[in-house]
């Protein structure tokens, strides 16, 4: 751009100031969630009547979701089974197809699979539930905010992502505070009374043994897994994890915060042991801050819609975003 930095009086070119608060704003933006992808898949958008199809849907079951988990909430779990049926092999399927599907091997996969067992098995362990319930409203829910998940329904990916952190959260929701004696589902392991409120107080075991040995059983195998069967795998072929993102110094990762802060604290040789020791004890510092969901129905609603905001925010800074570098970018043109 070739705008003048004083004009013949020695004052300063107003049409510079335009053009420093332009490329001002067009620096921050591209410094929000930096997604080189996202510009090129909004071009593909602009006359896609897939992408057209692809928003109605998922706004439409969005609206849908709502009225029926307020409509039918006691049996909002049927719901929920459904969208896991259609929704996590569409995951897996479009995550393969851009080299992410061994993110199908993280804990909120493994929570998914734990809940459509406890919803539709005969056999309810005692104690199983709580432990469902606060990996629902922690580790998962949480990463919303720390991923950024977004409720973008034209994308398929971000849209199924958001689904696989959130959803689990309404699910046990529901179940926790509108699920009757006679649906059988076993909220604790000693119920003071029959239906929910009879759970207002559990013990230690359920609030750390049975989520422990959950979260064992799924660390074991996803380690047995990603960093040694698969490990050969997915490092020739480039493909994603959550713990390759991290340790990898993946600038979509730098968003963890604490957890990406301490995985890299000791240098490289540790950084391995520290991201899962970190994992560890941020996961369940999460499951505690759940535990104040499980006894308040008031903290609980208030916990998981401002998640649901979360989401909403994330998307409409997505949108902006892509929509304002194009904009900048037109900007820019004009004045060259």
């Not at 439409?60 to 988990?69: D, I, R, Y």
């Not at 309810?124 to 319930?133: A, E, V």
């Not at 952190?165 to 004696?181: E, L």
């Not at 308040?296 to 800074?317: E, P």
């Amino acid at each position: 751009m070739a705008a003048n930095k004083d004009n013949n009086n020695g004052e300063t070119d107003p049409d510079n100031h335009v053009y420093i608060r332009n490329q001002f704003e067009y620096d921050r933006m591209e410094s929000i969630h930096e997604d080189i992808v996202a510009i090129e898949r909004f071009h593909e958008m602009k006359d896609s009547t897939a992408d057209t199809i692809i928003y109605t849907v998922f706004a439409f079951q969005a609206l849908v979701t709502g009225f029926l988990a307020g409509m039918i909430t006691e049996h909002y779990y049927i719901v929920h089974s459904i969208k896991v049926l259609v929704l996590l092999p569409l995951r897996w399927y479009v995550f393969k197809q851009i080299g992410k599907h061994y993110f199908m091997l993280e804990l909120c996969t493994w929570i998914h699979i734990l809940i459509m067992f406890y919803i539709w098995s005969p056999w309810k362990p005692p104690g199983m539930f709580p432990s469902l319930f606060f990996f629902a409203h922690g580790p998962l829910i949480w990463s919303v905010y720390y991923w950024r998940n977004a409720f973008v329904p034209h994308s398929s990916e971000k849209m199924c992502t958001l689904f696989i952190h959130i959803a689990p959260a309404m699910v046990t929701w529901s179940i926790r505070w509108y699920s009757t004696p006679d649906q059988g589902f076993a909220l604790c392991a000693n119920p003071t009374e029959p239906g929910v409120n009879g759970c207002n107080n559990i013990g230690w075991d359920e609030l750390l043994l049975y989520p422990f040995i959950l979260y064992g059983i799924w660390l074991l195998c996803y380690v047995l897994i990603v960093f040694y069967w698969k490990a050969k795998v997915i490092e020739k072929n480039t493909f994603s994890t959550a713990a390759t993102a991290v340790l990898s110094k993946d600038k979509r990762a730098k968003g963890l915060g604490m957890i990406y802060t301490l995985t890299h604290l000791f240098g490289p040789k540790y950084q391995t042991q520290m991201y899962f020791v970190t994992y560890t004890i941020m996961g369940f510092l999460f499951c505690a801050l759940a535990y104040l969901c499980f006894i308040s129905f008031a903290f609980n609603c208030v916990f998981f819609f401002t998640f649901v905001l979360v989401a909403c925010y994330n998307g409409a800074t997505f949108y902006i975003k892509v929509v304002g570098k194009e904009y900048y970018k037109n900007e820019e043109k004009k004045n060259e």
